[in-house]
């Protein structure tokens, strides 16, 4: 005859909801990683506002003018008579997008001139920068 045990023994189970609250966590630290890791190359100038989708360029070039009138390339300062043989070379061979990145206070000749400028360069296509709005 068999005796019974008076405790009966229990398996050891894994629980499952915290591994999703953890995933779940760092899922979102790596969005907000990856969000600020965006690389444009020009300097802080106050954008105008405006709703656009966001476009991604395979290899851009940044155009910036700030409210000075100053012209710059990829953070290096340019002049209207010199943009194009500066930006000649960085465009050859590529399909590069050129982004416009105007200050607010631009003048709006300067910015036409030197996108004017740009396209004798070879620019194709032309992305604005803008801050989005709330």
Same mark, same amino acid.
């Not at 360029?57 to 155009?63: Q, Y």
């Given at each position: 005859?068999?005796?019974?045990?008076?405790?009966? /023994?229990?398996?050891?189970?894994?629980?499952?909801?915290?591994? +999703?609250?953890?995933?779940?966590?760092?899922?979102?630290?790596?969005?907000?990683?990856?969000?600020?890791?965006?690389?444009?190359?020009?300097?802080?100038? $106050?954008?105008?506002?405006?709703?656009?989708?966001?476009?991604?360029?395979?290899?851009? +070039?940044?155009? /910036?003018?700030?409210?000075? &009138?100053?012209?710059? +390339?990829?953070?290096?300062?340019? /002049?209207?008579?010199?943009? &194009?043989?500066?930006?000649?070379?960085?465009?050859? $061979?590529?399909?590069?997008?050129?982004?416009?990145?105007?200050?607010?206070?631009?003048? $709006?000749?300067? /910015?036409?001139?030197?996108?004017?400028?740009?396209?004798?360069?070879?620019?194709?296509?032309?992305? +604005?920068?803008?801050?989005?709005?709330?």
């Amino acid at each position: 005859m068999k005796i019974k045990r008076s405790r009966s /023994t229990k398996k050891g189970r894994i629980e499952i909801i915290p591994m +999703i609250d953890v995933m779940f966590f760092l899922l979102a630290t790596f969005m907000l990683a990856s969000l600020s890791m965006q690389n444009l190359h020009s300097l802080p100038v $106050n954008l105008p506002q405006g709703h656009a989708d966001p476009l991604k360029a395979k290899t851009p +070039i940044t155009l /910036t003018i700030n409210k000075e &009138s100053s012209i710059f +390339i990829d953070k290096k300062e340019v /002049t209207l008579e010199t943009l &194009s043989s500066t930006l000649r070379p960085m465009l050859e $061979n590529t399909q590069a997008s050129v982004i416009v990145s105007a200050d607010s206070a631009a003048p $709006n000749g300067v /910015t036409v001139q030197a996108m004017l400028k740009a396209r004798q360069a070879g620019a194709q296509h032309f992305l +604005i920068a803008v801050k989005h709005a709330d």
